[in-house]
């Protein structure tokens, strides 16, 4: 059974930080590309970050310089640390396993988790 379970959500002040952690079960994790995404109200869901099996990031532009994405392969774990949040980074944050075809392996189906909620405001 595959699972992706965020965590580390919250509410923070502007100019705060948080970590996410989306760990992971029932995949091959290590071989696998892994994303944020998130959603605000009202809006498209939108991808945040994304990084390899071998550890190559990017970013959308609106996060880059704040947040970081990073992988623990032995934990089957994915993070997001946010630094100098803003109001507008308020939205669910979901993990995600997008499918495709990475270190020649073939993965032909998409996984979410269940998101967590950030929410910036003084």
């Not at 623990?72 to 997001?80: G, I």
């Amino acid at each position: 059974q595959v699972q992706l379970v965020e965590s580390g959500g919250g509410l923070v002040q502007p100019g705060g930080s948080l970590v996410l952690s989306c760990t992971t079960s029932g995949i091959d994790f290590s071989a696998s590309d892994m994303a944020w995404y998130r959603q605000a109200p009202g809006k498209e869901r939108e991808l945040v970050a994304r990084i390899t099996g071998e550890g190559q990031t990017k970013y959308t532009e609106t996060v880059k310089g704040r947040f970081n994405i990073s992988r623990d392969n032995a934990k089957s774990t994915v993070y997001l640390r946010m630094n100098f949040l803003k109001p507008e980074d308020t939205a669910t944050y979901f993990c995600h396993r997008p499918k495709g075809y990475y270190i020649g392996k073939f993965f032909a189906i998409d996984y979410w988790g269940q998101g967590t909620q950030v929410t910036v405001s003084s």
